[in-house]
């Protein structure tokens, strides 16, 4: 009671420290909270995706937005190599009891249940020929209602009542556009919807799976091209993009975990302060009786209340932050995902564990203070003689310092042979304790610049700490370094957190710059598995209105034991309508070099990774045996992380034999 | 452990049937170091207060006298030599033991008074009652009176700052007796007080340790403080000068 009713005493005295310190515990919480919920939500996005595309189905055939007969499902089920047909109509509804528009599936009972996820929790799927409908769990919750309901619906026939007779739980298909889907029987829809003899897709399943590329081009060929034979994507097929949202991830993971010793640091030092603080009013209560472990639970309190409440304000501001990251990350979730409506995911158990997280860095961060604050001997905590001796700064300090920070940078900068971990760790052990040393030589300097104009203008003598930090240099690195750590965090995250989404951006426009781009399936530019006819490029080009398409396939190599991406491009034409971020040398030249054939481009990742420079030679492995290419230019693309080699398509037919294409544009 | 030891200790208080504690030492030392050097702050010296008994120790700037004070509080150990409490060597005692022993059976009052200036006068008066956990129905009633007694009833809800020196020093008094302790330890309890407020203050701690059969050692540099105790001894470099009764 004593202890708690101390410890709220300091905070009222001490106000504003006390504020600091809770929100930048709130902050830090929020970062993490954010930054997981950001996780989370493109975890779910790419499961979504997943389980929307993936089950069973290897070919999907898509109609155009009036739909395809429903003779056409008699065409696919008797082409050969197809195991199953199952039809569905899809079409976007308004529902009266939810705003905004909501997904209708029209489903086979009993046959789209094989080929989809449908968990259903309660009730049971709607029965062919009736009004009925299935629901996920996540949709009602937003309309507050129950099986058994009736939901109004518009239809072609206007108004119509539906009976809620199943509610499934939020997986699979049902997280179809975030939940809003409603499912019902094909010929209810098709009645409800004017779609009449009509159907949007039919999801196929083959024999033999491995025999998908046959199989897509009979359909397409049996079916016309009124219609697209789209192979889905399995998680592997958008490799690139995948690696990128695992990479992104992992910086919101290092950067959560930089938040949280942020939180740390932030505790440890405001309680250290706080223990020098009260040293004499902890003198005096030891002196009366008070055992050292009643004085490191006062120190816990203050811990624990700053934790407290600066935990439980972090997840409430975490919670919009997630949500403004996120909406800065949707467009990048919906072009890679296909996703309508990405939203934050974060259960309240993962609310629970942060807020746990936060308050229990807080009481770790309170430990070595604390300890100290109890080994304060009280006849010396209640003497008031106070050192008056004026360090300075060693030159020492200037000296290691600089040196420290010099040989990190050029580990930084020369040390691509060495391991990334190694690299990373030389790196910033050498910057943070250059820093820890550079601080009070750094920080005094600065401060005494500063203080003629604070007593010109604000009227401030000796108000800038120069003469504690002149005492104490520790002071200087315990003020500073936060200061510093915060900063660089801050920028570090801004800046990679923008760079990775500018590179997802420019991925995505480099797929779509061209005004049409043709490909076998909604998302190929990393696939090669399929491919389109070389012929087509050549009708594309001989198409009304078009100016140039160029033929491009994406593929993969190893090299040195090691996936590298190879692109390949019809350069002549790709040149004009594509500028890529070329380092060295010049565009012009490095175009001119690839367009003439026999040599590559590398991406600047391989570049530094393998200490490759232009000129120098590039042994691929081909079916035509090692050939040497020599490296002409070096661009930047974070396609891969092992690297990029970017090549005359010419050169892959003739090494590889092979004349398919995944684009052309 | 703690508690036996401490119950034990005030046990054989009680069995006196005095409330003060008999203190003694003997041929006790205490060495501090300053840099390289080694500064003898108590050298041998032998001391017997007896239960009750109000003891002043003069002696001028660095002469001991503190160090005296915190050994015989446990806030110190000797060098060599022993203190006994009511005949109990303290020096084997853990710090576990010292701390109870000073909570329960120790007053202080500090030149610089040394209240908790984040609690009110009623709550640093109450301080003692407050660590060993007593409800508030149970210590206010006790302040209320004590405060009465010292002229500070209307003041409970003052800070610190809000109180003069006097005022600070007589809440410090009443602290360093509610909890009814066997042993007062004043150090300078006047030396940061006018003269007449000095006067009142020391008039105010001896009224009081009378009647409850206390026993002081107060420490000072003013011979006309000094002239309040019952025996009066003076330091000098440690060891002591002289000794009188009065």
């Known amino acids: 009671m004593l202890s708690i009713k101390l410890a709220l005493a300091y905070f009222r005295r001490r106000k504003l420290r006390a504020t600091f310190t809770t929100l930048s515990v709130a902050v830090a919480i929020a970062a993490v909270v954010a930054l997981q919920g950001l996780n989370g939500s493109m975890d779910y996005a790419r499961g979504e995706l997943a389980d929307l595309l993936g089950g069973q189905v290897q070919l999907e055939v898509k109609a155009p937005l009036g739909g395809i007969s429903d003779s056409a499902l008699a065409t696919v089920q008797k082409t050969a190599g197809v195991q199953s047909a199952v039809p569905f109509v899809q079409k976007d509804i308004q529902v009266k009891e939810l705003s905004g528009f909501t997904t209708m599936m029209g489903i086979v009972p009993g046959k789209n249940e094989k080929i989809h996820t449908y968990q259903v929790v309660q009730g049971r799927m709607p029965a062919t020929g009736q009004r009925e409908i299935a629901v996920p769990k996540n949709l009602l919750r937003r309309i507050q209602g129950q099986l058994g309901d009736t939901l109004h619906i518009q239809t072609m026939k206007g108004m119509q009542d539906f009976s809620l007779v199943g509610i499934l739980e939020d997986s699979g298909v049902a997280r179809a556009n975030s939940g809003a889907v409603v499912f019902m029987p094909l010929d209810t829809a098709q009645n409800a919807f004017g779609l009449n003899g009509k159907l949007s897709n039919i999801d196929v399943i083959l024999k033999d799976p491995g025999n998908v590329l046959t199989v897509q081009r009979e359909l397409q060929?049996?079916?016309?091209?009124?219609?697209?034979?789209?192979?889905?994507?399995?998680?592997?097929?958008?490799?690139?993009?995948?690696?990128?949202?695992?990479?992104?991830?992992?910086?919101?993971?290092?950067?959560?975990?930089?938040?949280?010793?942020?939180?740390?640091?932030?505790?440890?030092?405001?309680?250290?302060?706080?223990?020098v603080e009260q040293r004499s009013q902890l003198g005096i209560l030891r002196a009366l009786g008070w055992h050292r472990w009643e004085i490191r639970k006062l120190i816990i309190i203050q811990a624990s209340i700053i934790g407290v409440i600066g935990?439980?304000?972090?997840?409430?501001?975490?919670?919009?932050?997630?949500?403004?990251?996120?909406?800065?990350?949707?467009?990048?979730?919906?072009?890679?995902?296909?996703?309508?409506?990405?939203?934050?995911?974060f259960t309240a158990h993962d609310y629970a564990i942060t807020w746990l997280v936060g308050v229990l860095a807080c009481l770790i961060a309170a430990w070595l203070p604390a300890w100290k604050a109890a080994c304060i001997a009280p006849s010396e905590a209640m003497s008031r003689q106070y050192s008056n001796n004026e360090c300075g700064y060693s030159r020492w300090r200037v000296v290691v310092?600089?040196?420290?920070?010099?040989?990190?940078?050029?580990?930084?900068?020369?040390?691509?042979?060495?391991?990334?971990?190694?690299?990373?760790?030389?790196?910033?052990?050498?910057?943070?304790?250059?820093?820890?040393?550079?601080?009070?030589?750094?920080?005094?300097?600065?401060?005494?610049?500063?203080?003629?104009?604070?007593?010109?203008?604000?009227?401030?003598?000796?108000?800038?700490?120069?003469?504690?930090?002149?005492?104490?240099?520790?002071?200087?690195?315990?003020?500073?370094?936060?200061?510093?750590?915060?900063?660089?965090?801050?920028?570090?995250?801004?800046?990679?957190?923008?760079?990775?989404?500018?590179?997802?951006?420019?991925?995505?426009?480099?797929?779509?710059?061209?005004?049409?781009?043709?490909?076998?399936?909604?998302?190929?530019?990393?696939?090669?598995?399929?491919?389109?006819?070389?012929?087509?490029?050549?009708?594309?080009?001989?198409?009304?209105?078009?100016?140039?398409?160029?033929?491009?396939?994406?593929?993969?190599?190893?090299?040195?034991?090691?996936?590298?991406?190879?692109?390949?491009?019809?350069?002549?034409?790709?040149?004009?309508?594509?500028?890529?971020?070329?380092?060295?040398?010049?565009?012009?030249?490095?175009?001119?070099?690839?367009?003439?054939?026999?040599?590559?481009?590398?991406?600047?990742s391989m570049a530094l990774q393998y200490g490759l420079h232009i000129g120098e030679k590039l042994a691929i492995s081909t079916p035509a045996g090692a050939i040497q290419f020599p490296i002409s230019a070096i661009t930047k693309d974070f396609n891969s992380f092992n690297g990029s080699v970017y090549m005359n398509r010419q050169d892959y037919i003739r090494y590889w034999a092979t004349t398919r294409l995944i684009m052309s544009g | 452990m703690v508690e036996t030891a401490v119950t034990r200790l005030r046990e054989s208080i009680k069995a006196n049937q005095t409330w003060g504690c008999e203190v003694r030492l003997d041929q006790v030392s205490k060495q501090y170091t300053q840099g390289k050097e080694t500064v003898d702050a108590l050298d041998k010296v032998s001391l017997d207060v007896k239960a009750g008994e109000f003891l002043a120790v003069m002696g001028a700037s660095g002469s001991g006298k503190s160090t005296l004070l915190n050994l015989v509080a446990g806030l110190d150990k000797p060098s060599q030599g022993d203190i006994f409490l009511n005949d109990q060597a303290i020096s084997g005692w853990k710090d576990n033991q010292l701390t109870l022993f000073r909570r329960r059976e120790i007053g202080f009052v500090f030149q610089l008074f040394n209240l908790i200036p984040t609690l009110t006068a009623e709550e640093n008066a109450a301080l003692p009652l407050l660590m060993a956990s007593q409800p508030r129905s149970v210590w206010q009633p006790k302040v209320s009176d004590w405060l009465e007694r010292v002229g500070l009833n209307s003041h409970g809800k003052h800070y610190p700052a809000e109180l003069s020196g006097g005022q600070m020093q007589r809440i410090a008094i009443v602290r360093a007796l509610i909890h009814q302790p066997a042993l007062i330890l004043a150090d300078e309890p006047t030396g940061n007080l006018d003269s007449k407020t000095g006067d009142q203050m020391l008039f105010i701690l001896k009224e009081i340790t009378e009647d409850l059969r206390v026993t002081v050692i107060m420490v000072t540099h003013d011979p006309m403080v000094a002239a309040y105790g019952h025996t009066l001894i003076t330091l000098k470099d440690g060891r002591i000068l002289d000794s009188a009764a009065r």
């Not at chain 1, 950067?255 to 932030?266: K, T």
């Not at chain 1, 975490?318 to 995911?345: C, E, H, V, W």
């Not at chain 1, 598995?529 to 009304?544: D, F, K, S, T, Y």
């Open chain 1, 221 to 275: 060929v049996s079916l016309g091209n009124a219609v697209e034979v789209l192979t889905l994507l399995g998680g592997s097929e958008n490799r690139n993009a995948n690696k990128m949202l695992d990479f992104i991830k992992g910086l919101d993971n290092v950067y959560g975990f930089m938040g949280l010793f942020l939180v740390l640091y932030v505790i440890f030092n405001s309680l250290r302060v706080a223990v």
């Open chain 1, 311 to 345: 935990s439980t304000l972090g997840l409430l501001l975490g919670r919009y932050l997630a949500q403004a990251l996120l909406s800065t990350m949707s467009d990048t979730l919906r072009g890679m995902f296909k996703i309508s409506n990405p939203s934050l995911r």
């Open chain 1, 401 to 604: 310092g600089t040196i420290l920070m010099i040989a990190s940078w050029a580990i930084l900068i020369y040390g691509n042979n060495l391991s990334l971990m190694v690299q990373g760790t030389l790196t910033m052990t050498g910057i943070v304790i250059g820093a820890a040393i550079l601080l009070p030589p750094l920080l005094i300097l600065f401060l005494k610049r500063l203080e003629p104009l604070a007593e010109t203008f604000f009227g401030l003598i000796g108000c800038l700490g120069v003469r504690s930090f002149q005492r104490s240099p520790r002071r200087a690195v315990a003020t500073g370094m936060p200061i510093l750590l915060g900063l660089s965090v801050s920028f570090g995250f801004l800046g990679i957190f923008a760079s990775a989404d500018l590179t997802l951006a420019n991925w995505l426009k480099a797929l779509i710059s061209p005004d049409i781009v043709i490909t076998q399936g909604l998302q190929t530019a990393a696939s090669n598995q399929v491919g389109l006819p070389e012929a087509l490029v050549e009708r594309v080009r001989n198409v009304n209105g078009v100016k140039v398409a160029a033929g491009i396939r994406t593929t993969g190599i190893q090299w040195q034991g090691n996936p590298i991406d190879l692109q390949l491009y019809d350069v002549a034409a790709w040149r004009q309508f594509i500028n890529p971020p070329v380092l060295e040398p010049g565009k012009e030249q490095a175009m001119d070099a690839l367009q003439q054939g026999g040599n590559v481009w590398i991406s600047e």
